[in-house]
């Protein structure tokens, strides 16, 4: 338990602080638990020593402050597990970078294709720009996403780490007697072909032959569900339901918890409304789309002429 709340104080100090990696882990090591910061004295911050009396870490007054407004501000809740207090932060700071990405989006950072723009027949800038928004947001979000499940997956116990990279699996779940179970990670219960289940099920009886246990894994999906992936696992893997974890079970296996995943989409909402507050990031698009459309605009001009300006400055 001391080990994640370390590792989850020091990725907050450094991802929602500013705080530089190094100094998070250093800073997070002084604290026993999530009280322990949450009743920090500013003054006992100042010159951190150790056993033997010796400075080892220095803070300036701005990282103090800043340490102590992010306290204040109630990010971390001494009302949640650790494990639920890293998931919130994953969370807000996926939500926080998706923001970021959408308000800094420039008709600079955009530049709309020529061709795509006569091919779809984009005749205003206003369409021009709502299509390349959405694309751009788009690319940023599915290119963020894997890592975010991953993080997810990964604080769901402290009895789940990465897989080594030759071996060809995402995750090893290690018990306290030590068997293992290995999982390959798929998002949703479509997106595996034949050869992939193909091959992923050698590699499952290779892991039983050797003694462990091993899943192919989807983070979403139900059992029923009528995907190609699935009459493909039923036809091709052999004792498919015990060698597959889809959705809630995946979950619920790592944490070893029974309600987690219900659990999990309940931090994940509070966490997206921190960040948030009322919008969703789909209005935060409108209102980018909207903005980039009026800086078209001034520098191009409106209507079809506008859009024939721009094409006529880059081609």
Sequence with gaps: MSEQFHEMLAYALKNEVGFTLNKAR????????IKDFLEFQEENLKNLKSISGKSVLKLTDEEITNLSRYR???????????????????????????????????????NPNPFLIRALNLDTPDAVVRLNVYMAATRSIVTSMGFFIEDLLLTSSDTVEKAPNKSGWDLVKTTSDGEKFWLQIKSGPNNMDKDQVVYWAEKI??????????????????????TVTIGLLKQILPDWEMQTLIGKELWNFLSEDS??????????????????H?????????SCANRVTDEFIQDFGDGHQGVSNYINSIF
């Design 26 to 33: 250093s800073l997070a090591s002084y604290f026993a638990d």
């Design 72 to 110: 204040e501000s109630g990010s971390l809740s001494a009302e949640l597990t650790v494990a639920e207090n890293y998931l919130a932060i994953i969370s807000r700071v996926f939500t926080q970078k998706q923001l970021n990405m959408v308000r800094n989006l420039s008709l600079k950072n955009l």
């Design 205 to 226: 009886q290779e892991k039983v032959k050797e003694g462990d246990k091993a899943y192919i894994g989807f983070t979403y999906g139900k059992r029923t569900s009528k």
């Design 259 to 276: 309600d987690y995943s219900s659990k999990l989409f309940e931090v994940l909402r509070k966490s997206a409304h921190q960040i948030l």
């Design 278 to 286: 009322q919008n969703s990031l789909s209005e935060e698009i409108d």
